[in-house]
């Protein structure tokens, strides 16, 4: 009797480790299929078929709902370029997102707004410079000079926003210019 006791138990306790191992199995395979989903979700919407980028992309969280957001990332680098953002510059960074398109409330408008109100890693501006290179790959000589002055001219927009020191002096600063450069670079 004893022994039916031990070997019922035995059983049990095998049967409770291979239903653990299995409900794992199961988890690890949808996160892997949700992670493939989200990938390939990402580059429909963006274009961008190097994996290397779009797995980058995941990383940060950027999802095809907040992709939108990514073509900001110029913006809010040149806002944070002295180390704080101005309100002036808080404010042109959304009237920009606005008139492209992006609603506050919406996870993109939501995702930007983190980004103005906790300067973002470096990874984020790296990252644009890789979705902007692959990018750009896709375009010719003249898209690929419209688009630099696009992204370019709205960053100085933003860069101009806090104006001089009391109104005096340059409006854009030394860090607002060397992020400016480094877009242009990116976007050649």
Known sequence: MADDLFSERKKSLEEEFFARQNEKLKRELREKEQGKARKDALAAASGIQDERVIARLVALDIESETLAALSLVPLVEVAWADGSIDEKERVAVLAAAQK????????????????????????????????????????????????????????????????????????????????LRELEQALS
């Open 100 to 179: 492209q398109g992006l609603a506050p409330g919406k996870a993109a408008y939501r995702l930007l707004e983190s980004w103005l109100a906790e300067r973002p890693r470096e990874e984020l501006m790296t990252t644009w410079k890789e979705y902007a290179a692959a990018l750009a790959s896709r375009l010719g000589v003249e898209e690929r000079r419209a688009l630099r002055e696009e992204i370019v001219g709205r960053a100085r927009l933003v860069a101009e926003a806090a104006g001089g020191l009391l109104g005096l002096g340059s409006k854009v600063s030394r860090a607002e210019e060397a992020v």
